[in-house]
């Protein structure tokens, strides 16, 4: 199959290693894998903070990015779950529907479309909580939340245990927003952070070496609010660790 | 491995409890955690901290809820314990929830009675009314707050009352009844312990079920120190409520009239049902002959059949408990009383036609959207300014003045929890959404963020001009004020480090490294 591959543009700016785990994992599994040089950005944060007409041409010009492909990938939960649930600043063209009904985050592309069950090449011999983000969990359905009374399943979970030497930790709030919240995290700066300061200290406590998580930017907080208390914690995006990275 | 104290130091925002070292974080460990809100609290070692107050309102002026929130924070032992107690809510909640299997079933079944209710407002209102007409209770109709107001004053003089005891009631709060009251002569004393530590304190209500929630023992002490004279050294709370209800216990034995909200208003029946976990409504209610009930329009439900699911989950959502201490069921005037009804519409009936908000009106105000909502955990509920809090009042409190309460639905980091929790399913994250595209379309939003926002838009939109303004991620940091956070202000660092710059972005590393592959 021809995968697109979506590098939203923070990951893009600050995490390149997110971006070349994600394709190297797609191309591991022997599918075509696209990076469309024109991309940008998703619109995410002009809807966030409510400015959906000035989405319109972002949007537009993913569209023609994405446009063709038979499934669209990206390793950030709350852009994929924008472009699914929210991406609407454009008129819903038979073009556009497709786009927006192909765009998967790579979490659940790997374990609902490619249905994988080994990770031979990755090995992991650390302690890691994982960090539910609240896109990914709540709105793209990751996981169980702990609100609900359903039975347990989490997606992520199912693919970290497949590598080999991997040992979770739980936190005492195992699904609690980190503060990040996009734009939140400026316009509230002081709450934000207070969440954040909590998540990563939720995190020491139960005896995490490395939190990791399907979303870059609850990481890019946490990992911001970790350094400046001096929590010893380290960061890692689960593309990386399901590639192969080993610390 | 864990954190060490003295890498805490030196940070305003950590609990001193926290920076003490020893013990630091036993109240995990040991699993001593808090007991329930309503009742004891875990004893802080403190120096004493003042109690930080909430919002500071002026006018039709937007709150500014992050300030409030921020003054919250910077009060830690408050803002811990206040985190702690609703927290300790919600676990109670999920384990409450754990017992009922049938529990996702109830919640639909809930809103499906709700919606079904507020599609046929009309017509069960006028049921309502004649059958509690029929029981022997004066119905009365308020279209805002201050009809309501003019209404409750009126029967007051019909029968010489000077003096009322109330219920704690969020409609009285919502229409403005106590100051009312008080300027035309009438002493209101809540019977609500909480409410009446903040009737005392002259503050509203901080949370819809537990509405001191916020307040330490020692702030209570130190109110009614000031009030009721009471030892200020002492904050033991037995000792404290005791000297509450001596103090208390006579104006309401020698009060003129009554009045309690209504939870559920039962069409079928002409019936009302109020829930309390201190009895406070029943002496309420009982006690003077006279009893008026102050009721919002929407708390209308069909039949009796209904009340038990919607009962089945109320306190069960809101502080975890299986049942409400006192479900009192209120059908008429007793021998000799007489027994008034105002149905309040206020603004809800102009809400059930708004398409994207009308199913907030579902709410049955068990407060568990704040009880599980990180921010709203983290300011207290006097940040945001207005009658309701947390994200409930997000997306209510613009329905009563879009220009005052703009800024709320900001207050989220839109984490969907409170959807979650809702018993009524209320859809609370996507409606807090929904209110951001809705202001922004009213103006009711800063100019500099619509400028900001509508560069963002420009530049993320061209491919070249994007490219080139971050060329590298080096530039890109430099740019971060723009780039990630899209204002002008660059709110990121003042707690939190900047992301490390890589060497080069993902874009030119796939030039660099697929450069033949497009």
């Known amino acids: 199959m021809r995968i697109g591959l979506f590098i939203p543009c923070y990951i893009d700016a600050f995490f390149p290693k997110v971006g070349i785990a994600t394709l190297e994992l797609l191309e591991r599994f022997g599918h075509e894998v696209v990076y469309p040089r024109d991309q940008t950005c998703c619109g995410q944060p002009m809807a966030n903070s409510g400015f959906n007409a000035e989405c319109a041409a972002t949007e537009a010009l993913f569209v023609r990015n994405f446009s063709g492909f038979d499934y669209v990938v990206g390793p950030s939960g709350s852009c994929v779950h924008h472009v699914r649930d929210n991406f609407d600043a454009i008129e819903q063209s038979a073009e556009v529907k497709v786009v927006r009904a192909r765009t998967y985050e790579l979490v659940e592309f790997l374990h609902d479309i490619l249905k994988v069950d080994a990770f031979p090449w990755a090995g992991f011999p650390h302690r890691v909580g994982l960090h539910n983000s609240c896109g990914t969990l709540r709105r793209l359905k990751h996981a169980t939340p702990s609100e609900l009374h359903e039975p347990f399943f989490s997606k992520p979970m199912d693919l970290l245990s497949k590598v080999d030497g991997i040992e979770f930790v739980k936190p005492a709030r195992p699904d609690e927003c980190c503060g990040f919240g996009g734009t939140f995290s400026v316009f509230e700066e002081v709450v934000s952070t207070k969440m954040g300061y909590d998540k990563v200290s939720d995190h020491a406590r139960a005896g995490a070496e490395y939190i990791v998580s399907a979303d870059s930017s609850c990481l890019m907080h946490q990992q911001g609010c970790a350094e400046r208390i001096g929590v010893p914690l380290k960061f890692i995006h689960i593309a990386e660790i399901l590639n192969g990275a080993n610390a | ?518």
Not at chain 2, 27 to 35: K, V
Not at chain 2, 129 to 158: C, F
Not at chain 2, 320 to 330: A, D, E, K, L, V
Not at chain 2, 513 to 518: A, D
Request: with cysteine; charged share 25%; hydrophobic share 35%.
């Open chain 2, 1 to 518: 491995m864990s954190i060490s104290p003295e890498q805490l130091l030196d940070n305003s925002m950590l609990h001193p409890e926290v920076l003490a070292g020893e013990d630091a974080y036993g109240i995990y460990r040991n699993g001593h955690r808090l007991d329930h809100a309503e009742g004891a609290s875990k004893p802080l070692r403190s120096r004493p901290e003042p109690q930080p107050r909430g919002a500071k309102v002026h006018g039709n002026r937007p709150v500014n809820q992050a300030e409030a929130a921020g003054r919250f924070i910077a009060a830690p032992e408050h803002e811990k314990m206040h985190d702690e107690r609703l927290w300790d809510l919600r676990q109670k909640r999920d384990r409450e929830m754990h017992h009922i299997p049938e529990w996702e079933e109830l919640r639909a079944l809930a809103s499906a009675i709700k919606e079904h209710t507020l599609t046929h407002l009309d017509e069960y209102l006028d049921q309502f009314e004649t059958r509690a007409r029929a029981n022997g209770i004066h119905v009365h109709w308020a279209r805002d707050a201050a009809e309501h107001n003019r209404i409750v004053h009126g029967i007051l003089s019909d029968h010489g009352a000077k003096s009322l005891i109330k219920s704690k009631s969020m409609l009285t709060e919502e229409c403005g009844f106590r100051a009312y009251m008080a300027s035309v002569g009438i002493e209101v004393v809540e019977t609500d312990l909480g409410e009446r530590i903040q009737q005392l304190d002259k503050e509203d209500p901080s949370h819809v079920v537990v509405p001191a929630v916020h307040k330490l023992r020692t702030d209570v002490a130190n109110v009614f120190a000031n009030t009721i004279g009471t030892d200020p050294d002492n904050s033991d709370v037995h000792y404290l409520a005791e000297a509450q209800r001596e103090a208390t216990r006579p104006l309401i034995l020698a009060a003129d009239a009554g009045m309690t909200g209504g939870n559920f208003v039962v069409a079928e029946t002409g019936t009302f049902v109020v829930c309390t976990n201190e009895g406070n409504a029943d002496l309420s209610a009982n006690v003077p002959k006279l009893h008026i009930a102050s009721i919002g329009i929407e708390k209308i439900i069909p039949r009796l059949e209904h009340l038990a699911v919607l009962v089945r989950l109320l306190s069960r959502s809101a502080l975890g408990s299986p049942m409400t201490q006192y479900t009192s069921h209120f059908r008429g005037p007793r021998a000799g009383g007489e027994m008034h009804v105002v149905l309040v519409d206020n603004g809800r009936s102009e809400r059930l036609g708004l398409e994207e908000f009308w199913t907030s009106l579902k709410c049955i105000r068990c407060g568990a959207c704040m009880n599980t909502c990180p921010v709203y955990r983290r300011s207290g509920g006097l940040s945001y300014g207005a009658t309701y809090s947390g994200p409930i009042g997000l997306i209510i409190d613009p329905t009563f003045n879009a220009r005052k309460y703009s800024n709320l639905p900001f207050a989220s980091s839109l984490n969907g929890s409170c959807t979650n929790v809702c018993p009524v399913k209320i859809n609370i994250h996507e409606q807090i959404y929904a209110w951001r595209r809705e202001l922004v379309k009213r103006h009711d939003v800063p100019l500099v963020k619509k400028a900001a926002m509508k560069a963002a838009g420009e530049l993320l939109s061209r491919p070249i001009a994007y490219r080139a303004a971050i060329a590298s991620a080096d530039v890109a940091l430099a740019h971060l004020p723009r780039f990630v956070i899209y204002n002008g202000l660059n709110a990121w660092g003042k707690h939190r480090e900047v992301p490390h710059p890589p060497k080069q972005t993902f874009h030119s590393w796939y030039k660099a490294n697929r450069g033949g592959k497009q």
